[in-house]
């Protein structure tokens, strides 16, 4: 029993140390020992428990790592913040030109500014967000 527990605490430290590294690869290993835990305590013979470690860690690495880093490493799949509001709709409260005005876009009123220098957008228009430039949604008009 000594032994499946040295492999726990190897486990667990390896999955812990993962934290500081974010590579996938000490929480592999570690999951490894956990494996080799299981395996000592069911079998007690040492070198029974260091092939189903490698075994393990070498399939965790090979097999489940890169498909974990393609999920958790890339970058967002989704838009979130600002570069969600690019595209959307908003109707313009004031007259916006390419100095400024407001519009109420997400449901939140916005500062805003046309695209296009000397065209001017009367309230009540519905405005496609071409950018958020800071806190300014630079609009075009819908034609």
Known sequence: MTAALIWLIVGVGLIVAEVLSGDFVLLMLGLGALVGAGSAALTG???VDVIVFAVASIGLLVLARPALKRRFLSG????????????AQAVTMSTVDSRGGQV??????????????GTVIAPDTTVTVVEIAGATAVVSAEP
């Open 76 to 87: 967002p799949g989704v838009k979130t913040n600002a570069d969600a509001l690019v595209g």
């Open 104 to 117: 109420k876009l997400a449901g939140d009123v916005w500062s805003a500014r046309s695209i296009a220098e």
């Open 45 to 47: 013979n040492a070198i």
